[in-house]
């Protein structure tokens, strides 16, 4: 049995008895890399130790039954109390004075189960530097045995399915290298992904500051290959460590060096090199360890990088745009796409949407052409195109369009179009292509198909946008009449005379409920549904009564969209929102029909005494627009709410083509025909990297924020105050939007991307989202309050929460990138302003 073992015999295979740390170590060694010498405490003599003290059964079993912190506790006592044989001492010491008179090392747990391909256990044990003398080193390697069954070790260790009894430690005892400047380096990029960029953070001093946290390092990022530094956040460090005559201290930076770069870009340029040569030697991205001393860069730890994310692609930074005496802007439709748009559908919607727009524009401009306005694709998201001699047509046949829209010309209502032209029509088309058997149908006709459906979807979506002013007049007149002419102290606010009404999102919510109280009575399929796993526990009955419940409820209200790019899933495909929401009702005493009865006698009594009160006059007039405000308050999302019907349809044509595409090799997985473009669906080429760089480009997209209207001059600033977002959004202080829904919450925020985060949305947290649509709607029962980047007074977003009666400040424009999930914000509905962990409102 060997005790100790020196770094240079050791190779990555010798993990069992060097640890991992150990073994990677000895790797670097045979590479040739400048590592510090050293040598290892082997497995063998932890085995030795804690056989011949008796004390390893034990500390498996509390390792395995007990609590950590229970298990943290018994481990270290018996460690510490029990002898070490002579023999391991003085090995151990024999290594030690090997390595020179009384140096200085550093003592480093090395388990054999940490730093595996997928997990690191990087900071689950203990390292101590500068330790001195044999009595200190044996006192460190004691305690590096202990930190193996530290609290957060054996968490780690169950999180990661790695068995106590399959764990040991070694001891990685190393001269210390007397480091100027220290730090961390990631071969590739852990924040987008991009395998051709290094990270480095570095700090002066020990490495123990930059990877305890006690200081915020510099960060650079490096392209070795084109041998340039791309990124440099210069931090400002406030203290270093450094060593003392044994151990080492945290003090006081010097004033002078807080701000100082620690490394330059050729020392930079240096360090990536080699940090790309040991990943080379690995054979895999590496997390490494370095210190600097006296010019020379040592590498005191590699271990690989477990986890790196999707490639991202280039942040976009310049929005080009070809006609800049023209407008673009992003409004409409285009507020339903707030994610930049899939290939595929980036083909199709130009010519959908330009279509629909001059079919309406003939409609509603007495035969004239909507001609030269475009949906142009910039960096990703759609805009609308307006050139100046479109807009001056616009503005000129406004007023006639506002006239039709507002009835005073009878050939064109709006709300009529809507019920029985516009929906029919479109449930028509999307219902003839849901009853087709679609393996059975040819390529070029699935392809015309999906065309078609776009086409009849674009086309309802103007339908429905001039159903909108109409709705909207009447609900703006009535309240600036009650508010102006009959509104005292203490009356209720104009809201509640326009809430308590049946729409299709309050349905699917109440439909929802309905479902989860049958599921209630179900013990057996409550508990599986609860714990989110397998049915197999549940009779056979109940399991097929529950697939029936489920499937009617998805036929009836599946198609609710959260972004109309295609790519995008509804329930009826991903019923994972779906599951989501009957989870909240299960354990939950929110009933959306008893809220609605009781908004409907609270509307019903105060509409009475409102109008019971009023003189003839005033009367005749409030009477009036408070029964066309109620009549037509639910219209809007009603008619919004049936967008998505050719939704499950269009992504059922587009996986039968995936799955053709897979069967020809041309495509990875079904779901990646999205990446591609129109021409390339009848491809037999292999686009499989194609698709990769185009996700990774879409990534890049994402995290761009683009601007409302383009280009920012100062007559659009201007016109952006019309916009669903905020022209004029700040990057700190309060957040500022639209006052939509009354009220005043302090609570933590949850940012929702989609469909797939409504699961992380806890009961009284505050719902943020760059918008929100009907298949939002299960969300306001569990939210306190909700911030959205775009939205306006008469959004889904303002019309649900005054349903629910929670505050909402809409269009801030900036909420999803300002606030993050666990921020406590408090959301004040009636002005319009967020702020963040306690900020001054302003």
């Known amino acids: 049995m060997s005790i100790t073992v020196e770094l240079s015999a050791l190779r990555r295979g010798d993990r069992a008895v060097a640890g991992g740390k150990g073994a990677n170590l000895g790797e670097l060694v045979a590479g040739g890399f400048d590592v510090p010498p050293g040598f290892v405490v082997t497995t063998d003599a932890y085995h030795r130790f804690v056989t011949e003290a008796g004390i390893a059964d034990q500390i498996v079993r509390a390792a395995t039954d007990w609590e950590p912190a229970e298990a943290e506790r018994l481990a270290s006592r018996l460690i510490e109390d029990a002898p070490l044989p002579a023999e391991l001492e003085d090995a151990i010491a024999a290594a030690y004075r090997a390595l020179g008179d009384a140096v200085p090392v550093a003592v480093r747990s090395s388990a054999t189960a940490e730093d595996l391909g997928a997990a690191s256990f990087a900071g689950q044990q203990e390292s101590f530097l500068n330790v001195r003398g044999e009595e200190a080193l044996v006192d460190a390697v004691r305690r590096c045995w202990a930190s193996v069954w530290g609290e957060r070790a054996i968490e780690y260790r169950r999180h990661a399915g790695v068995a106590a009894s399959d764990v040991a430690m070694a001891v990685v005892v ?5 480091a100027d400047a220290s730090g961390v ?8 992904g991009r395998l051709e960029q290094v990270v480095i953070n570095a700090a002066f001093g020990l490495g123990e500051s930059v990877v305890g946290g006690s200081v915020t390092p510099d960060t650079l990022v490096v392209e070795p290959a084109a041998g340039r530094v791309v990124g440099r956040s210069t931090a400002t460090k406030s203290v270093w460590t450094r060593p003392l005559a044994s151990g080492t201290v945290e003090e006081p930076l010097a004033e002078d060096r807080r701000g100082a770069a620690v490394l330059s870009d050729d020392e930079a340029l240096e360090l990536a090199g080699l940090g790309v040569r040991v990943q080379e030697h690995a054979g895999a991205p590496q997390d490494i360890e370095w210190a600097r001393a006296a010019g020379r860069f040592w590498l005191v730890q590699s271990r690989p990088i477990t986890s790196l994310p999707p490639r991202v692609g280039d942040v ?7 006609d800049p005496s023209g407008l673009y802007a ?3 439709i285009i507020e339903q796409l707030p994610d930049p748009l899939s290939p595929l559908f980036a083909d199709l919607a130009p010519s959908s949407v330009i279509g629909a727009l001059e079919s309406l524009f003939s409609t509603l401009g007495g035969g004239e052409k909507y001609e030269g306005g475009g949906f142009p694709i910039i960096n990703g998201y759609p805009y609308y195109y307006y050139p100046r001699r479109l807009l001056l047509k616009l503005l000129r046949r406004t007023p006639v369009m506002l006239g039709m829209l507002a009835g005073r010309r009878k050939r064109f209502d709006p709300a009529q179009n809507w019920r029985e032209k516009a929906l029919p029509e479109y449930r028509f088309i999307s219902s003839a292509w849901a009853g087709r058997d679609l393996a059975a149908v040819p390529t070029a006709e699935l392809i015309d198909g999906l065309r078609d459906l776009l086409d009849a979807g674009c086309r309802y979506y103007t339908a429905v946008q001039t159903v909108m002013p109409f709705v909207s007049m009447n609900d703006v007149l009535f309240e600036n009449a009650y508010t102006r002419l009959a509104r005292r102290p203490g009356d209720p606010e104009a809201t509640t005379f326009l809430v308590g009404f049946d729409s299709e999102p309050i349905r699917a919510d109440k439909a929802l409920h309905d479902l989860a109280t049958w599921v209630r009575a179900q013990p057996a399929l409550a508990n599986a549904l609860r714990a989110g796993g397998s049915l197999d526990g549940v009779p056979g009955e109940v399991r097929e009564a529950w697939r029936r419940r489920l499937d009617a409820y998805l036929a009836e209200f599946g198609h609710a969209t959260a972004n109309l790019d295609f790519m995008a ?23 959306p029909a008893a809220r609605q009865r009781r908004l409907a006698t609270a509307r019903e009594d ?9 003189d003839p006059a005033r009367r005749a007039l409030l009477g009036r627009l408070v029964r066309a405000a109620q009549r037509d308050a639910p219209v809007r999302e009603d008619a919004l709410a049936a967008q998505g019907l050719a939704w499950p349809v269009m992504r059922r044509i587009c996986r039968e083509l995936g799955r ?14 999205y990446w591609l473009h129109a021409d390339e ?5 292999d686009l499989r990297d194609r698709v990769e760089q185009r996700k990774a480009t879409w990534r890049g997209q994402r995290r761009a924020t683009p601007s409302q209207l383009l280009p920012e001059q100062a007559w659009r600033r201007w016109l952006g105050r019309f916009m669903p977002a905020r022209q004029d959004a700040a990057a700190d202080g309060p957040i500022r939007g639209t006052a939509s829904s009354g009220g005043r919450v302090t609570a933590t925020a949850r940012v929702v991307g989609g469909p797939a985060d409504f699961g992380a949305l806890n009961p009284g947290e505050v719902l943020v989202a760059a918008i929100t649509t009907p298949a939002y709607t299960p969300l306001f029962a569990r939210a306190s309050a909700v911030v959205t980047d775009v939205g306006g007074p008469l959004s889904h977003s303002s019309i649900v929460a005054r349903e629910y009666g929670i505050p909402a400040v809409l269009g801030t424009a900036v909420a999803t990138s300002r606030i993050h999930s666990g921020d406590t914000v408090t959301v004040d509905g009636e002005r319009g302003v967020v702020t963040i962990d306690g900020a001054a409102a302003g």
């Open 569 to 591: 899933p509804v329930p009826a495909d991903d019923p994972v929102p779906v599951l989501d929401g009957v989870r909240f009702y299960l354990d939950s005493d929110a009933d």
């Open 660 to 673: 053709r595409l897979v069967a020809g090799r041309v495509i990875e997985a079904a779901d990646d025909v």
């Open 316 to 322: 976009p930074t310049q929005w080009p745009i070809d």
């Open 185 to 192: 380096m990631f071969t590739a990029n852990p924040d987008n």
């Open 606 to 614: 105060a509409t009475r005494a409102l109008l019971a009160r009023l």
């Open 174 to 178: 190393q001269q210390m290298v007397d």
């Open 330 to 332: 992003r409004a409409s």
């Open 681 to 685: 669906l009848t491809s037999t080429d």
